[in-house]
């Protein structure tokens, strides 16, 4: 198959100073957790994307200096020469399948606490840094904006000893310093580089200069700008001084890579914002500069990415997570394969990947990080070992994943679903508030099982013990998934709640299969991701009063690993959700709780008629115990075994598939990457 020609547009070069990029697909900078500790990984990451048909890989944000470092995010690293090798692995990854490399080395100033290094951060003015650390930021003098802008030069030459094509200078999200100097309310400087917004201006200008003196002879020198802090007045905006600042400077660089502000926006989760929702923001870049412009809005859709070409408002359509949900979207629209594309569903599980200090993660792609330190390509897997059958009790993530994978494999699959519907929790979930886009979970595996004749699907079909083995299957696999648990039990609360079995408590799964809860409702939180945030907002807007109850300090508190929590405590705040935090939920009685402080254990009444804890999920293994003794082969996958995110229960399925009839790996079953000890 060929593409459809009315996507030809997005296979145009594109020439960006003195390098061209072979086509229109841009991936954009991001992080990945991987960095400076795990850089095998981190270069056969972007070897796929490129292999995949991204026309330009870029890196991470780069740190240029020990004296502006993120510890513990694991960023790479430009700090002096002996870090040029390990970023050439990437450059060669990426060069190797035609693609450009690009870099985006950064000063982070106010916006790291240099917690390895132990050096003072600086910025415009002095100030706190922006992280919740006892650390302040000096004001920068002369000298050190001289030496700022030699590190950048400096960084620069690195970069093209390293073999990159396109070098960043980054003035964005919030968190580097020259972001910090365009900020008024930021630079209160009274000198040259302040007051103005031309003053404010002036360091940007002069570190993009410095830099396309320094390699803009063989480099394209690209600048990243937020040109919205969706703060109104208050901040820059795409109709003030966003506006204004790329129109001072617009045939400096080669490249405008423009987005909002910070990174909270412009990597917005689903739940909050659709797709393409910064193009209004962007959209005037086009009309006041003649350079290339790359700009995001977590695009899945070719005909969208055709529009915003043909409408005049990108060049290049920049992705970062839908590069990850799929390393090869460009290749697929190239090969007229669009329905095998793996859609992002936006729920920034990659994203915790960095607040964490661990190797990015994916809902949609299982093989993300594991390209290196496993093997595992996200189109390529190896063809089965033996002429053998799988038996796959359950169709939500996990077994969905797992007969995909076994019948791209080669297996002889069967999987069988209880309900009419496949997808699990999925299905169930997507019909929550904000959740619609997770249903992609479902419908990419559902579409790619279709096209596989050696994968037979069985709806309303629940299975017993006896009628599992009557198929004869070489390999049972269990993916029966979770329920909610009622008696309270969880992080907080070791042993049933005192009151649990009485009738006002509902399970989750009531809620979520359309029950409705009598008068007050109470929601006890003690999970800390997003299923009770989801439930307020679900049961306040169907006309119910509800208090949420959370011993955190905060509602859906994980969440601030995905970059939300601010977004769903102000919605529902808004809406008139009750929040108590701080509290536990320890008994149940008629008509009322009773909470207790998590420091003083003051208990104190709160009236309600039905009480939901949202706290554990029990693993539905009664089919495992009925077969342990009987099946020859017989595994538990996802949440049946323990229940967790979607991206793991994916991921179980994943593995499974992969790992079926390959020899048993003693130790460590990947590779690592150790450091090498310093000749003292």
Request: net charge negative; aromatic share 6%.
């Given at each position: 198959?060929?593409?459809?020609?009315?996507f030809d547009i997005?296979?145009?070069p594109?020439r960006?100073?003195p390098v061209t990029?072979?086509?229109?697909f841009?991936?954009?900078?991001?992080?990945n957790?991987?960095g400076?500790q795990y850089?095998?990984?981190m270069?056969e990451m972007r070897?796929v994307?490129?292999?995949?048909?991204?026309?330009?890989?870029?890196?991470e944000?780069?740190e240029?200096?020990?004296?502006?470092?993120?510890?513990?995010?694991i960023e790479?690293r430009?700090?002096?020469?002996?870090?040029i090798?390990?970023?050439?692995k990437m450059?060669?990854?990426v060069h190797?399948?035609?693609?450009?490399?690009g870099?985006e080395?950064?000063?982070?100033?106010?916006?790291?606490a240099?917690?390895y290094?132990?050096?003072?951060?600086?910025?415009?003015?002095?100030?706190p840094?922006?992280?919740h650390?006892?650390v302040h930021?000096?004001?920068?003098d002369?000298?050190d904006?001289?030496?700022f802008?030699q590190?950048?030069?400096?960084?620069a030459?690195?970069s093209?000893?390293a073999g990159?094509?396109?070098?960043?200078?980054y003035?964005?999200?919030?968190?580097?310093t020259l972001m910090h100097f365009?900020?008024?309310d930021?630079?209160?400087?009274?000198?040259e580089?302040g007051?103005?917004l031309e003053?404010?201006?002036?360091l940007?200008?002069e570190?993009i200069?410095d830099?396309?003196d320094?390699?803009?002879d063989?480099c394209?020198v690209a600048?990243?700008?937020?040109?919205d802090e969706?703060?109104?007045?208050r901040?820059?905006s795409c109709?003030?001084?966003?506006?204004?600042i790329?129109e001072?400077?617009?045939?400096?660089?080669?490249l405008?890579?423009v987005?909002?502000?910070?990174?909270e926006?412009?990597s917005?989760?689903s739940?909050?914002?659709d797709e393409?929702?910064?193009?209004?923001?962007?959209s005037?870049?086009k009309q006041v500069?003649?350079?290339?412009?790359v700009?995001?809005g977590?695009f899945?859709s070719?005909?969208?990415?055709?529009?915003?070409v043909?409408?005049g408002?990108?060049?290049?359509?920049?992705?970062?997570?839908?590069?990850?949900a799929?390393p090869f979207?460009p290749?697929?629209?190239?090969?007229?394969?669009?329905?095998?594309?793996r859609?992002?569903?936006g729920?920034n599980i990659c994203?915790s990947?960095d607040f964490?200090g661990?190797?990015?993660?994916?809902t949609?792609?299982?093989?993300?990080?594991?390209e290196?330190r496993?093997g595992w390509?996200?189109?390529?897997i190896?063809p089965?070992?033996?002429d053998e059958?799988?038996?796959?009790v359950g169709?939500g993530p996990?077994?969905l994943?797992a007969?995909?994978?076994?019948g791209q494999?080669?297996y002889?699959?069967t999987?069988?679903?209880?309900?009419g519907v496949?997808?699990?929790?999925v299905?169930i979930?997507?019909?929550?508030p904000?959740?619609?886009q997770?249903?992609?979970v479902a419908?990419y595996r559902e579409?790619?099982?279709s096209?596989?004749?050696n994968v037979?699907?069985?709806l309303?079909s629940?299975?017993?013990?006896?009628q599992?083995?009557?198929?004869?299957a070489?390999?049972?696999?269990l993916?029966t998934?979770?329920d909610w648990d009622?008696?309270?039990i969880g992080r907080?609360?070791?042993?049933a709640?005192?009151?649990h079995?009485?009738?006002?408590?509902l399970?989750?799964?009531a809620i979520?299969?359309?029950q409705?809860?009598?008068g007050p409702v109470?929601?006890?939180d003690d999970?800390?991701?997003?299923m009770?945030?989801?439930l307020?907002?679900?049961l306040?807007?169907?006309?119910?009063d509800?208090?949420?109850?959370?011993?955190?300090?905060?509602?859906s508190h994980?969440?601030?690993?995905?970059m939300?929590q601010a977004?769903?405590?102000?919605?529902?705040?808004e809406?008139g959700?009750?929040?108590v935090?701080?509290?536990?939920?320890?008994?149940?009685r008629?008509?009322?709780?009773?909470?207790?402080?998590v420091?003083?254990d003051?208990?104190?009444?709160?009236?309600?008629?039905?009480?939901?804890?949202?706290?554990?999920?029990?693993?539905?293994q009664d089919?495992f115990?009925?077969l342990r003794?009987r099946?020859?082969?017989?595994?538990r996958?996802g949440?049946?075994?323990?229940?967790g995110?979607?991206?793991a229960?994916?991921?179980?399925g994943h593995?499974?598939?992969?790992e079926?009839?390959?020899p048993?790996v003693?130790?460590v079953p990947?590779?690592?990457?150790?450091p090498?000890?310093a000749v003292d």
């Amino acid at each position: 198959m060929r593409r459809d020609p009315r996507f030809d547009i997005l296979f145009e070069p594109v020439r960006i100073g003195p390098v061209t990029a072979p086509n229109r697909f841009y991936q954009v900078p991001h992080c990945n957790g991987m960095g400076h500790q795990y850089p095998s990984s981190m270069a056969e990451m972007r070897g796929v994307k490129a292999e995949g048909g991204w026309g330009v890989v870029n890196t991470e944000e780069c740190e240029i200096t020990h004296t502006s470092e993120l510890t513990s995010a694991i960023e790479c690293r430009l700090w002096d020469d002996s870090d040029i090798p390990v970023l050439a692995k990437m450059v060669e990854r990426v060069h190797a399948h035609g693609s450009l490399a690009g870099i985006e080395p950064a000063h982070l100033g106010a916006g790291a606490a240099n917690t390895y290094s132990r050096e003072i951060p600086m910025g415009p003015a002095a100030r706190p840094i922006d992280l919740h650390e006892p650390v302040h930021a000096r004001a920068m003098d002369k000298a050190d904006i001289k030496a700022f802008r030699q590190m950048h030069v400096d960084a620069a030459i690195r970069s093209k000893k390293a073999g990159f094509d396109i070098v960043y200078v980054y003035a964005g999200h919030d968190m580097t310093t020259l972001m910090h100097f365009l900020q008024a309310d930021r630079n209160d400087r009274s000198d040259e580089y302040g007051g103005s917004l031309e003053n404010r201006v002036r360091l940007l200008r002069e570190v993009i200069e410095d830099t396309k003196d320094a390699i803009g002879d063989t480099c394209a020198v690209a600048v990243r700008l937020a040109v919205d802090e969706m703060l109104g007045a208050r901040g820059i905006s795409c109709d003030a001084e966003g506006r204004d600042i790329v129109e001072m400077l617009a045939e400096l660089p080669d490249l405008w890579d423009v987005n909002v502000s910070g990174w909270e926006n412009d990597s917005a989760t689903s739940r909050f914002t659709d797709e393409g929702y910064q193009t209004d923001y962007v959209s005037f870049v086009k009309q006041v500069t003649t350079k290339p412009v790359v700009g995001v809005g977590r695009f899945t859709s070719p005909d969208t990415m055709v529009s915003l070409v043909k409408n005049g408002v990108l060049d290049l359509i920049g992705a970062a997570r839908p590069s990850i949900a799929d390393p090869f979207l460009p290749k697929k629209i190239d090969e007229g394969r669009v329905e095998d594309i793996r859609e992002c569903i936006g729920c920034n599980i990659c994203v915790s990947g960095d607040f964490l200090g661990a190797p990015m993660r994916c809902t949609q792609n299982p093989t993300m990080g594991e390209e290196w330190r496993k093997g595992w390509h996200p189109e390529r897997i190896a063809p089965k070992t033996a002429d053998e059958t799988v038996l796959i009790v359950g169709g939500g993530p996990a077994g969905l994943e797992a007969a995909r994978a076994l019948g791209q494999r080669g297996y002889d699959v069967t999987l069988a679903e209880g309900r009419g519907v496949l997808g699990g929790r999925v299905h169930i979930e997507s019909q929550l508030p904000g959740l619609t886009q997770w249903r992609r979970v479902a419908d990419y595996r559902e579409y790619q099982i279709s096209q596989m004749a050696n994968v037979a699907v069985y709806l309303n079909s629940p299975l017993s013990a006896d009628q599992a083995l009557e198929f004869g299957a070489d390999h049972i696999v269990l993916a029966t998934g979770s329920d909610w648990d009622t008696t309270g039990i969880g992080r907080s609360n070791r042993r049933a709640i005192d009151g649990h079995d009485a009738g006002s408590v509902l399970s989750v799964d009531a809620i979520c299969a359309g029950q409705s809860p009598t008068g007050p409702v109470l929601i006890f939180d003690d999970d800390y991701y997003y299923m009770a945030g989801v439930l307020a907002e679900k049961l306040r807007a169907d006309g119910h009063d509800v208090t949420y109850v959370t011993p955190t300090a905060d509602v859906s508190h994980w969440t601030h690993n995905t970059m939300e929590q601010a977004r769903i405590q102000t919605r529902l705040m808004e809406m008139g959700v009750e929040i108590v935090p701080l509290h536990n939920l320890t008994g149940i009685r008629s008509g009322h709780v009773e909470l207790s402080c998590v420091y003083t254990d003051v208990v104190k009444k709160v009236d309600c008629a039905s009480v939901i804890p949202v706290t554990m999920r029990n693993p539905k293994q009664d089919l495992f115990w009925a077969l342990r003794d009987r099946a020859s082969s017989l595994t538990r996958i996802g949440d049946c075994d323990a229940p967790g995110t979607i991206a793991a229960a994916v991921y179980a399925g994943h593995r499974f598939a992969r790992e079926l009839g390959e020899p048993e790996v003693s130790g460590v079953p990947f590779k690592r990457e150790l450091p090498a000890l310093a000749v003292d």
